[in-house]
């Protein structure tokens, strides 16, 4: 989980706190100190972490929290407040040019994710309704090129190349006269990436960057490096004069450093964040977002997007009616199920519920990883149609064959059609009133 490690220790010390009717200057000092080792341990820049706690500490002492009658959940608002300033307070957006195509160069070094994050970027410029054009300008790592194209072809978005014996500065040009003519609004060009940060590499980046004017030059980087990453950040900042980072593999980074110092080190936003090698893993930043995950808040507002990205609309209000009128079958429920796998792995969604982060140790026999989800499933697509429509028609012998075909057992079979009954049971009850009339008067 992201942040799991300072998330923990961070809501460690804050339970100290709540314990307590009324803190006292030093309750707030020893609180701090947890909060400081945290945050170092976390791999957050050092001059980061001692401002930061130096700020927190003079609000805390200084906005009457100590007289308050919440004290802990004061403190904890001001570490939120102060998380989110951190990184930036609000969202900070790609700027758009007046007049297309609007040029976005990325850079980075060699295995941060910028040819998977140029691709990410595309296909979520696509969603919005833009037309984007992909550029291939690393001729120097062999697989790029084809790299890209893949990746292209993946999110059926075009890629312009010339080959590797172009240079990259007029492979960029030519990219742009290209996408003036075929109406792309965006381009993309994904540069060559080094293993550190040298000069010859900055020459090229400078160059391509003055023949071609990027609005928007975004830095990727790899969060798993750590400080690394903030140091990189800050050379190619002082080169080229960045306008974002985009911070890649977020998802198996526990420690958080680089989220939490970019910002504060190079004053330069987080646009986006990567959160998986999937295409569709990309995700705008959201400060407050942000710091609500790191301090187990939650983060409702995600959830209801994803969920809003994910869910077919117009199925799920089918779906609805059929449940008001009771006349769901197992096909409606083979949708149900895919739907809801559509919004990813529960344990991943589950981070979200505010709470929800801290329990997730205690959730042991919870199917968060889709097992039993996928079995139910198996056993559907083993029915014929008929049979999802009319379950009653299921007998011994269709079962058995339904059994074999999913690779479970009658029992397994058995066990679905009874839960699909008593959910159908439930239903009508609700259809009815029943189980309303009985929750008004007092019956449950
Ligand atoms: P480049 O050399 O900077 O172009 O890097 P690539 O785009 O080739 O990515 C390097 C590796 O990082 C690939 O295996 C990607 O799948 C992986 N990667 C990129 N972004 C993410 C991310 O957000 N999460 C995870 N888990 N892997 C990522």
């Known amino acids: 989980m992201i942040f799991e490690g300072l998330s923990d220790k961070l809501q460690n010390a804050f339970s100290k706190l709540r314990s307590k009717g009324k803190l006292t200057e030093s309750d707030v000092k020893t609180v701090m100190r947890e909060v400081k080792m945290a945050l170092l341990e976390a791999d957050v820049n050092y001059k980061v972490v001692k401002d930061f706690v130096k700020t927190v500490q003079e609000r805390c002492v200084g906005e009457d929290v100590m007289k308050s009658l919440t004290p802990a959940q004061m403190v ?63 001729i120097y790592r062999p697989a790029a090129i084809t790299q890209l194209k893949v990746v292209g072809e993946k999110l059926e978005i075009p890629v312009f190349e010339m080959g590797d014996k172009q240079s990259p500065v007029n492979i960029a040009k030519a990219s742009i006269e290209f996408a003036k003519s075929n109406k792309h609004d965006v ?108 301090l187990g808040m939650g983060d409702m507002l995600s959830l209801i997007e994803k969920a809003q990205d994910a869910m077919d609309m117009e199925k799920a209000k089918e779906l609805e009616l059929k449940m008001r009128k009771n006349e769901m079958d197992f096909e409606d429920f083979l949708t149900q199920l895919e739907q809801i796998q559509n919004l990813g792995p529960l344990d991943k969604l589950l981070e979200l519920v505010p709470g929800m982060g801290a329990m997730k140790s205690q959730m042991g026999n919870i199917d968060t990883n889709g097992k039993e989800v996928n079995r139910t499933k198996a056993i559907i697509q083993s029915m014929t149609i008929e049979e999802r429509r009319n379950p009653q028609i299921l007998n011994a012998s269709r079962k058995k064959r339904i059994a074999r075909g999913s690779g479970t057992n009658v029992q397994d079979v058995n066990r679905l059609i009874k839960q699909f009954n008593e959910m159908k049971k439930m239903m009508k009850m609700f259809q009815s009133g029943g189980m309303m009339g009985k929750m008004k008067k007092g019956g449950f």
């Open 76 to 138: 904890i608002k001001i570490v939120n407040d102060e998380l989110t300033k951190l990184m930036g307070d609000v969202q900070s957006k790609i700027t758009f040019s007046q007049q297309p195509p609007t040029i976005i160069m990325m850079v980075g070094l060699q295995g941060a994710g910028k040819t998977t994050t140029s691709g990410k970027l595309g296909g979520y410029l696509k969603k919005q309704g833009k037309l984007p054009l992909l550029v291939a300008c690393d």
């Open 187 to 294: 381009v993309i060009i994904d540069t060559a990436g080094r293993l550190h940060v040298d000069e010859i590499l900055m020459q090229e980046l400078k160059d391509i960057q003055s023949s071609v004017k990027p609005q928007e030059i975004l830095l990727v980087v790899d969060s798993m490096t750590g400080q690394d990453a903030v140091n990189v950040s800050e050379s190619f900042n002082e080169a080229l004069g960045i306008d974002g980072v985009v911070l890649t593999k977020l998802d198996g980074d526990t420690r958080g450093g680089a989220a939490l110092s970019i910002r504060a080190v190079t004053n330069k936003p987080i646009k986006f964040v990567g959160m998986g090698e999937k295409l569709d893993n990309l995700e705008p930043f959201y400060p407050d977002r942000m710091a609500s995950r790191i």
